[in-house]
């Protein structure tokens, strides 16, 4: 079998995507999300000018040849255009071979470890009243496991919190808005969420929060400490992680779980926390890091110190992104969970898929590879649009991390 083309499609049904469709000399064709928030055209560029024209004649099969020509043969490594680059025309590859094989890829990751993926959903209220009736909600649905972002007094808004009636959407159509922060208010606030959230819910619904790197490590140290009682799932990003010896300083102070690495695109960018067990789960996904073969080794190494899997799945990565972390999550064996933020009915048209929900879990259903496509000519009818992720000020108008 041979790669006879390879093109990109871009489109923006509710929100952008770039979707890589790599085709054969057989018929069979392999899809690969090249999504990157905020930064869309830069990837797809990076595929269309540089990676497309070397695909093309090559076998599809050898995914790790084509993985290691992409990374190594290009001179320079990672960032996230070129991990994420690199990701679409591997899941591609994982896709096509699957349906030549006509086998889900689950079974070529080993096989089934469970029966299903264990999800966490998003609540969220401008207030704790708010937060609570959305977890009540999402438990109500069926989710055993609920993430809760709530509106803090005093901070005009929060990430996480929907700004009107739609769905949270992290990007914003036109240039960057600007959301206030403060720590002070949020870290005397957060505690109090959860002891009412606590009270409310019950002691058995995983509940997790988002911190978004918005924190210095003592700050997360205090807020882990604090929200202890209420013992969440994860405490995520609680400080950025280009510095990974920051998450020692976290670790010595407190029990509270730790996710980290949405941001990642390297298994480098991940290496100390994991060896030096700073982080409970691990959230690089497969569009940003590099794939299903570079998240297979990373997931191997942690499963040897005990950290899990729990990966980003937010809006912004596509129904493939989707399809190929639950094959992923159904196989390996230190599986976690898996971030679970429904897209639009009109994004779910865009791309028809197998995997489902069902009662707190989801499978990718046992079509043949990936078992998502693309209706190329409804995604036509949706071209791409600006648009981007807030950035963050103090109160005091210092640009701080969003
Ligand atoms: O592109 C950025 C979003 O995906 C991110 O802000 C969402 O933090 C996020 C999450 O945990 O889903
Ligand atoms: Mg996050």
Redesign the pocket.
């Known amino acids: 079998m041979k790669i006879v083309a390879a093109k990109l499609i871009v489109c923006s049904p509710d929100r952008n995507f770039v979707t890589l469709k790599i085709e054969t000399d057989e018929g069979i064709y392999g899809l690969g999300d090249a999504t990157l ?2 930064r869309e055209l830069a990837v797809a560029s990076y595929l269309e000018e540089h990676v497309i024209p070397c695909l093309i004649g090559r076998d599809p099969f050898a995914i790790e040849d084509v993985w290691q020509y992409l990374y190594r043969g290009a001179y320079w490594r990672r960032g996230p255009v070129t991990m994420t680059a690199i990701s679409a025309v591997d899941v591609a590859l994982w896709d096509i071979k699957g349906k030549a094989l006509h086998t889900p890829i689950y079974n070529l990751l080993g096989g089934k470890s469970r029966q299903g993926v264990l999800v966490y959903a ?1 609540a969220n209220g401008s207030d704790i009243p708010g937060a609570i009736e959305s977890t009540k909600k999402l438990m109500a649905e069926g989710y055993l496991a609920v ?1 809760v972002q709530c509106g803090v007094p005093g901070v005009a808004s929060s ?2 919190v929907p700004k009107g009636s739609k769905p949270y959407e ?2 914003e159509r036109g240039l960057p808005s600007e959301n206030v922060w403060s720590t002070e208010r949020y870290l005397n606030f957060v505690p109090q969420l959860f002891e009412a959230l606590r009270r409310e819910v019950g002691e058995d619904v995983h509940l997790l929060h ?1 911190v ?1 790197h918005r924190l210095t490590p003592i700050e997360a140290a205090r807020l882990g400490k604090a929200l202890e009682p209420y013992h969440l799932y994860w405490m ?2 609680p400080t950025p992680a280009e510095d990974q010896d920051a998450f020692r300083l976290i670790r010595q102070h407190t029990v509270t779980p730790i996710a980290t690495g ?2 990642f695109n390297s298994f480098w960018d991940a290496h100390d926390l994991i060896r030096n067990q700073w982080v409970d789960y691990l ?1 690089m996904t497969i569009v940003h890091g590099g794939g299903i073969t570079a998240l297979k080794k990373a997931a191997d190494f942690a499963a040897v110190y005990q950290v899990k899997t729990g990966f ?6 596509s129904p493939v992104t989707m399809a190929a972390a639950l094959h992923f999550g159904l196989a390996i064996h230190n599986f976690g969970i898996q ?1 679970h ?1 429904p897209h639009t009915s009109l994004t779910d048209q865009v791309f028809p898929h197998a995997y489902r929900f069902d009662a707190g879990y989801m499978v990718p259903g046992d079509e043949p590879g990936l078992g998502v496509d693309i209706d190329e000519r409804l995604a036509q009818k949706y071209p791409y649009q600006r648009a981007y ?1 807030p950035i963050a000020r103090k109160l005091d108008g210092t640009l701080t991390d ?1």
């Open positions: 928030n905020g998003h993430r990430y996480g992290p990007a988002d978004h995520e990003d949405e941001v959230r980003h799945g937010a809006t912004d990565l971030e933020m992720l969003w």
